[in-house]
């Protein structure tokens, strides 16, 4: 069904738009052009999806709903695309698509403006050069010129007033080769073409930097009128988006709502990485022996431990077991004082001597409040350890006359020979002769004496020496220390059952009570050193696997929760759903709603690119053949600026 000229006249001043999307994904891009509104003077644009192909069925599920229009699910491969792509032959009822297909999948109808986001997988900078290489990709790269074909056959009739072309940027180098067939297709089909790359997150207003190519063609006998630039905006902050949106995990939001499942590790290196950062944080962690350095992780010991609220928070609970070890039971107080000015409470004080003290209370440690003292006595203390000159009068000879009492040392210069004393420390040969006995029988008195070897079992030697239970002990003597003889026993007993009037025989001393027992009556001096007052717990968990699967919680350094974006929040930044509503996707599988979402072109995008379209066409359906404006202009072949007519030569 052909046009009458580009539009259907709908009332007065309200023309519609058709619009068909080939490689269409799950309809953002269609859901954006549904959403534009053109005008030019007192003419409006009403944009009107007439269909859309893509091979993913559950995608066509989703472009049903979001683009209000039936999609249809089409592999757009020929055979050899499809052999090298696949690996294999087409199984049975396979058949290449042609032209005929895509203008069923469109109802029939003609479209004015043609959107095609063909597969960019092996354009990505996200895959390795020499992946992008391999047959499979350049299979999957060569699709776009198919597509391109299929569409200018298809609608060849009439062909679309506007063609665009959209890709990841890296299409520009890798895809060189492939851009400059679908230029020539264009050219030959009667189009004016301009590559350009755009952020889509600029167009749209978004919360995300989206850089994208775009290939725009404008049919030069059709549509006379430059095509410009839609205008830029500012990119929003990511949390102008989260924030409008229930915290993640709550399921009021819905399934896509919930925190992705990720490996151990993985939440650790995302704890680790520096807000802002990427990845490439992670290289200022020290490492040794494949282990962080400066960090130790545990797992948490209990809700609240050793917590501190704030002065303004409420406290919890207050437990029969509130202490700051069970809790969170301590409080930061804002009313702190420094030390200075502290009274009796001063910790480590010292005590002028012409103050008088504080209190006496009951902890008098020297850490536990102002209990030293300044005692300007000390010269007082000179007579300790005070030696006599030969030539004075010595101190009065009291009872207590040690050195450390008094001065009871002098300075004798009397001593022979070199000055030393010769007899301090001597040790005498056993084959000399001994020195005089004096009554000083210290230091002076020492003998090398050769006999330890032959010392027989059960002498004095015996200096910490161990019985074995199975021989006699030595001469029990008056020296009982352990350190004085054989006074110790190797008792292989301690095993054994105790005997009735051991103090631990059923006080239970540090005792352990097991999960599954019941536990004995509780005492008003119930702790852990005096009964059974343990538990062997079996809920603490150990910390999961390095490549487990969890859902965790784990606070970087800057105080904050590193996480991944859940899948509505994608859907979000994305634009294909408002923070405060839900989105259902076809399926139940996050990795599949997460490769749809990414590759959807941003609907708020798509809008601006439509609204700039749809006054171009707005334009040459009231016969404007020249526009001045202040924006680039997307497409301007040199025919096109130097004339304002444009038309058959």
């Not at 050195?403 to 040392?409: K, P």
Request: glycine share 10%; proline share 7%.
């Amino acid at each position: 069904m052909k046009r009458d000229r580009a539009f259907t006249a709908t009332g007065p001043d309200v023309r519609e738009i058709r619009h068909f999307h080939l490689f269409c994904g799950l309809g953002g891009g269609a859901s954006g052009f549904n959403r534009a509104n053109p005008r030019v003077g007192n003419m409006v644009g009403r944009f009107r999806c007439i269909g859309g192909v893509d091979v993913d069925p559950a995608a066509i599920r989703d472009f049903s709903r979001l683009a209000g229009v039936e999609g249809t699910v089409l592999d757009l491969f020929d055979r050899d695309q499809y052999l090298d792509f696949h690996g294999c032959e087409p199984p049975a009822g396979w058949r290449e698509v042609g032209p005929e297909a895509i203008r069923a999948a469109a109802g029939g109808e003609y479209p004015s403006i043609c959107f095609l986001s063909a597969p960019c997988k092996g354009f990505s900078g996200l895959l390795a050069e020499g992946r992008s290489r391999t047959a499979k990709y350049q299979a999957l790269n060569r699709l776009t010129v198919r597509g391109v074909w299929l569409m200018l056959e298809a609608f060849a009739d009439d062909p679309p007033e506007l063609v665009v072309f959209e890709n990841v940027p890296r299409i520009g180098s890798r895809g060189r080769p492939l851009l400059d067939q679908i230029g020539d297709l264009l050219q030959a089909y009667g189009y004016a073409v301009a590559e350009t790359t755009h952020d889509c997150g600029e167009l749209g207003g978004l919360a995300q930097s989206r850089k994208r190519f775009l290939l725009v063609a404008r049919h030069i006998a059709k549509v006379p009128p430059f095509l410009y630039e839609p205008p830029g905006k500012r990119l929003q902050s990511v949390g102008t988006v989260l924030e409008r949106m229930l915290l993640p995990g709550d399921m009021a939001a819905g399934p896509m709502h919930r925190v992705p499942r990720l490996q151990w590790k993985t939440w650790v290196r995302l704890a680790f990485v520096e807000a802002g950062r990427d990845w490439r944080s992670l290289n200022r962690l020290a490492i040794e022996d494949g282990m962080l350095r400066d960090y130790l992780i545990v797992p948490e010991m209990h809700a609240g431990t050793l917590g501190v609220r704030r002065w303004e928070d409420a406290l919890g609970t207050i437990t029969g077991n509130a202490r700051p070890a069970t809790g969170a039971f301590s409080v930061a107080d804002p009313r702190f004082v420094q030390s200075a000015k502290w009274r009796d409470g001063q910790a480590l004080g010292v005590r002028r001597w012409d103050e008088s003290t504080g209190t006496v209370a009951g902890q008098q440690g020297a850490l536990q409040g102002a209990y030293s003292v300044a005692d300007p006595r000390g010269n007082d203390f000179s007579a300790k350890y005070r030696v006599t000159r030969w030539d004075a009068s010595a101190g009065t000879v009291i009872s207590a006359s040690t050195t450390g009492q008094g001065a009871f040392v002098i300075a004798d210069p009397r001593h022979e020979g070199p000055p030393k004393h010769n007899n301090v420390y001597r040790v005498v040969r056993w084959d000399e002769a001994g020195r005089a006995v004096t009554g000083a029988h210290g230091s002076g008195q020492c003998i090398a004496d050769p006999r330890c070897v032959n010392w027989h079992p059960g002498a004095s030697r015996k200096k910490l020496a161990v019985t074995s239970l199975s021989r006699p002990a030595g001469t029990v003597i008056g020296a009982q220390q352990v350190a004085s003889g054989a006074l110790a026993v190797a008792d292989p007993r301690p095993g054994l059952a105790r005997d009735r009037g051991d103090a631990y025989l059923t006080a239970g001393h540090y005792g352990v009570v097991p999960w599954a027992s019941p536990c004995g009556a509780v005492s008003a001096a119930a702790g852990h050193d005096n009964g059974r007052w343990s538990i062997a717990d079996p809920r603490l968990e150990p910390l999961p696997a390095a490549r487990d699967q969890v859902v965790a919680q784990i606070i970087a350094e800057d105080g904050t929760w590193h996480r991944p974006f859940t899948t509505l929040e994608l859907a979000a930044l994305q634009s294909l759903v408002d923070p405060e509503e839900q989105l259902e996707l076809d399926g139940l599988s996050d990795s599949a709603w997460r490769e749809r979402i990414g590759n959807a072109v941003p609907p708020a995008a798509a809008k601006a690119i439509a609204e700039v379209m749809g006054t171009t066409l707005l334009l040459a359906w009231s016969g404007e053949t020249f526009v001045l404006s202040a924006t680039p202009i997307w497409v301007r072949p040199v025919a096109v600026a130097l004339s304002v007519a444009q038309g058959p030569q």
